[in-house]
């Protein structure tokens, strides 16, 4: 697979990556372990370099899980992981004191069964911390060799200028695509600016732009989903009209809508890494093969025209998520 650098950081990654969060976390039940495992190595196998985790994930399970798999060719991947909050809760708030980033990257390290963490995020920027004291705790870990790279996630474009002049920000991990593209407002031109790569998660809408999902869709009562405004009913029916787009491209390109989808991220910019989740290898190998997927000027010309004709409905988050990102 193609391999891309995030920004000016010189970290290398294949140009599609894994989200692993689905995995433990979020989208209904774990998946089994060994079959967890098979997926996260048959991804390296087709070419996948870079892992995205969290301590929130499980809490702390999926990095365990990602310690596990990766372990037998660890030095051939980059491995994302996160800090953030209280006690590695996502429900407990947030909490990214110099003292708990110290913490998750000693216990991460462990979890991951690794010397140092390729790419350690901040999961939500915490406004109780100075962005200062943020990103120069991080800039000691690297000093000390537990962390190779700095990253931020769903931070705004003030909290990203205060972080990267303490230390470089090699990368940005944000929602985007097709039915979400608040980012090319502000974001993306500002990371252009700083040199700043671009990791879109939920690159498929949560699943709803692979066409597998419609308004008759049940999820199961642990899937976040459930809470999701732009996931009623009523707005999935009325948002199927980007679905039907994603499938009328693909139809022409002799692809599926998702790949459509991460085709469409991939030829945004060359520095965009997007992380698609799966627990299915056979989605798995749909997914990988976007990169394989070329869309013409014309093609990506026909995709916003129409695109621009559609209103997605709801809102992406809940009210008390959505208060925690763009700080």
Known sequence: ???RKLGNSGLEVSAIGLGC???SFGYGPAANKQDAIKL?????????TFFDTAEA???FENEKLLGEALAPFRDAVVIATKFGFKGGNAGAGQDSSPARIRVVADEALQRLRTDRIDLFYQHRVDTNVPMED???????????GKVKHFGMS???AQSIRKAHAVQPVAALQSEYSLWWREPEKEIIPLLEELGIGFVPFSPLGKGFLTGAINENTQFDATDFRNIVPRFTPEARKANQAMVDLMQSIAQQKNATPAQIALAWLLAQKPWIAPIPGTTKIHRLEENLGAANVELTKEDLAAIENAASEITIQGERYPAQLAARVGK
């Open 1 to 3: 697979m193609e391999k």
């Open 21 to 23: 969060m689905g995995l």
């Open 40 to 48: 996260i190595r048959r991804a390296f196998e087709l070419g996948v």
């Open 57 to 59: 994930y499980g809490p």
């Open 134 to 144: 943020v990103a120069g705790t991080v800039k000691d870990l690297i000093a000390e």
């Open 154 to 156: 769903e931070a705004g």
